[in-house]
């Protein structure tokens, strides 16, 4: 690490500790050459995950709008913003955990879907109504029939 008064390019450190819930690591560090200390900051590099739209344009991954769209389909019903969150980081971790740096909306909507369903059904619907856009009431009502079926 190089030192920023006498950029002296080796130091040592002298303490660690997390810090933002285990997030980032806080270090201490002494330089070598003129012995003067400062404080660095070790976080995981996250690349960004870039989105294949239906139209084979591309976008980064937004969390904001997936809320927003998670919100829209939640309107009015029990579900509570810290579980969407928690669904989101989930989906996210998921795309993460892949090997692939871009996802298709397709996939996303996917996921979206199963932690829809998990959290609330009608919240499940609407979003299953708009995502896979239902053409008529006989593909709605296939719809809610399978999810009467797994009940």
Do not use: W
Request: overall charge neutral; aromatic content about 6%.
């Amino acid at each position: 690490m190089k030192c920023p008064f006498c950029s002296h390019e080796e130091s040592k450190v002298i303490d660690s500790r997390p810090t933002d819930e285990g997030e980032r690591i806080r270090r201490r560090r002494e330089c070598l050459e003129c012995s003067k200390r400062f404080t660095t900051y070790e976080m995981i590099e996250s690349l960004p995950i870039i989105v294949i739209k239906k139209d084979k344009s591309r976008e980064t991954f937004n969390r904001e709008k997936l809320l927003k769209g998670m919100l829209t389909a939640c309107e009015k019903r029990a579900v509570s913003i810290t579980d969407l969150e928690r669904a989101i980081d989930e989906i996210e971790a998921v795309i993460q955990n892949s090997l692939d740096r871009e996802v298709t909306s397709d996939k996303i909507g996917e996921l979206v879907m199963e932690k829809l369903k998990e959290l609330d059904e009608v919240a499940y619907v609407r979003f299953a109504s708009v995502y896979r856009q239902f053409k008529d009431i006989n593909t709605f009502m296939s719809e809610l029939a399978k999810l009467l079926e797994k009940k």
